[in-house]
């Protein structure tokens, strides 16, 4: 990585010939946790998305849509920066093919190459493939006709006369590049297949398109009658974004370039790897220094996601229904960046409920209001670290560094793995601690280095987590009565000295439980679910209200199938701990163990019949699958089954080890 101060971070520049679809967040979700990480770290950064507007394939999605290329253009551009608003993307400028500034370097790189004899006039026969926008061979387009996933209709061959670049003359130049910096083109398995590209002769590059046949782009500055080849214009972008001028050779714009990452997905390898590395060699600018390609998000029979295969995912539902930070979150987790990785809304439940609900919003929930509760609603003091603390300091140093160095190499999922290690080992330093009992027994000193420590890891885990999840973070800080500007400051001295692990709170400032961070799904969100409702059947008509049940003797309940039975997820666990609603005279707070990374938390209407140190190690039976539900201020996780009506006689209870299945 480069030492500059500067960070310059690009996604490639998205067609507007439909709307944005989860492969389209993911680059542009990845460049924002770079981008913003790189802010956090001070430096300046300068991040550029966009969209790609020139060519064949906007051309047929306005002539569609019965509208003016440019009128059709504008819509979609709208379209686009309301998604990357709504994702929460920061990028620095939203560039345009179609902007001012960026006709005028295109120009100005096509009138450099032309007088310098770089481009030349020539006959031109070949098959054009629209969708991916590039001329292939005959070879090219029998392979692909063979996988089944092309049609005929897909390739129309092309005879005219055309614009050249030579891009051949500059193979030697690049293979001596690629071989000079191994790490130019990420991951290696990509380096090497762009090697392999480049072992066979590399012709010269069709870099402009007949008006006659297709008008929609830039027109050559030395013939008017045609235009600039879509790809051609499109790879400038990235300079233009630095503010170049053709030819220059110093200013500004060097401050930015060469660029530290392109983030592009494998789709684009050889189109940036080789005509855009030619085209800078030919016009004397360095090349970018990494490359960067990632996979792609398929569905589960393993086709990639997108507009063609008419199985993209709607990111906006996503993010409306479980929240834009758990999708970013979700997305720079679930695979790793530059594998491909099936895309399942059961595995985003799945992948939600335990690293959000379950470990980190559990861990900072009950470590607050274990706080407030117990001890005033501020931060309390360090006290002294014993061998159970020690060893979560000395782990959160390992995770800081391994965090910083994942990053920014953008293995986003191995860094935020490294994070829930902490994350988890903090929920099993409450289970070990346990708090209840040292607030029982009045430890109260110890009782405040514990939850000293448990939001201290919360603290971190918030700083570290800003550029993934900007506002559930911030909102982690706030929580704990630090402002961002604290993070960032204590996140920079730790990484310098490691020493400061887990004391970065400030003792005595208030804090807050508030709201859980992330509230359990018991199941899909309505509106997903509903995607998977079978067509061909009429949409079930919302069910009339129920009449309220009338106290007093009432029916039977009515019988019900064994699978609604079998819909129940019964297990067995063990109350860790149990004390009286703060704010419900009938209601206890247990934490009962479920056989999970952390207990539960269940509020029950047990207290006319247990005090709450009557049901410490009891063994009960937990329905684990119940919607959560917030009882007076507290979020219950679930129920344990008891006897009795409104007064409760007994607890069913159960000989069997937490979690155990009972059926
Ligand atoms: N306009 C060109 C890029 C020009 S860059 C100078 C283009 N646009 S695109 O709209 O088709 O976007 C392609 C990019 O979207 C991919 O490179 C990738 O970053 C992203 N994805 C689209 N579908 C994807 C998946 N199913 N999975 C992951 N990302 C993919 O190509």
Redesign the pocket.
Known sequence: MSQRSSFYITT????VNGNPH???A??TIAADVAARWHRHRGRDVRFLTGT?EHGQKVLEAAEARGMTPREHCDDMVARWQAMMDGLDVSYDRFIRTTDADHERLVHGVLQQLWEAGQIYKDQYRGWYLVKDEVFVTEKERDERLATGELAEGDFRLIEEANYFFRMGSYQQALLDHIEAKPDCILPASRRNEVLGFLRKPLGDLCISRPKSRMSWGIELPFDADFVTYVWFD??L?YLTGTGYTAGSEDGDWTAWWPCDYHL??K??LTTHSVYWTTMLLAIGVPLPQHIYAHG??VSSDGA???KSAGNAIDVELLAEEFGVDPLRYFLMREIAFGADGAFSYDGFLLRYNADLANDLGNLAHRGLSMSTRWLDPSVPPLGSRGPDEEALVELAREVVTAYATNIEALQFHKALDALWSLVKAGNKYVDTTEPWSLNRDGHTERLQTVLRHVQEVCFLAGALLLPVMPSKAASLLSKLGRPEEAARAHLDALLTDPSLALCGLAEGVSIEVGDPLFPRFAELPPRIAALFAPVDEPAPKPRPKQAKRKKGPKGPPPVIGFDVFQQLDLRAGRVVSAEQHPDADKLLVLTVDVGEDAPRTVVAGLRSRFAPEELVGLQVVVVANLAPATLRGVESQGMVLAAGGSEIVGLVSVDAPPGTVVR
């Open positions: 490639p520049i998205y067609y989860i492969g389209h993911y680059t790609d499109a790879l972008n592009i997905g789709d684009i792609w998000w990639k996601m997108g």
